[in-house]
């Protein structure tokens, strides 16, 4: 039977150690990772190899929670994961800039890094209104 491994990324060592000392009567290895060491080595082929071929869920690509891959304890899997793309998230940002600045669109093009053409444009292309955020400020 195959051995149970427990990866948990943190820098908290407390709660390494309350992990180890949980599971380890259990015969579960935990495996602690600092989010750099993580990070750098999800980059690295033969880490991601090492890892996804001690996890047959990963192994064969299967995003779900079902196999040996489990959620979080407190947490809920979702089937309904959508990934907001690029203009919707440039979108959101624009709104909130110039909501937040009440319409003041050169100060809302400098807190957002951009020109304030490229924001003029911006608002155009996105058909954002901010008159409605001027507007707010009158009330």
């Not at 290895?29 to 990963?58: H, K, M």
């Amino acid at each position: 039977m195959p051995r149970t491994t427990v990866y948990i990324v943190s820098e908290d060592t407390e709660m390494v150690e309350k992990a180890k000392t949980y599971f380890g009567p259990q015969g579960v290895t935990v495996t602690p990772y600092s989010p750099a060491q993580w990070r750098d080595g999800l980059e690295n082929p033969n880490f991601r190899g090492q890892l996804s071929a001690g996890i047959p869920a990963l192994a064969v690509g299967n995003n779900t929670y079902g196999g040996n891959v489990l959620p979080f304890p407190g947490t809920q899997p979702s089937q309904d994961i959508r990934v907001s793309t690029m203009n919707e998230l440039e979108h959101k940002a624009i709104e909130s800039a110039i909501a937040q600045y009440r319409g003041n669109l050169t100060e809302a093009a400098k807190a957002l890094g951009i020109g304030r053409a490229t924001l003029y444009r911006k608002v155009k292309q996105y058909q954002i209104d901010p008159g409605q955020a001027r507007k707010k400020r009158a009330a």
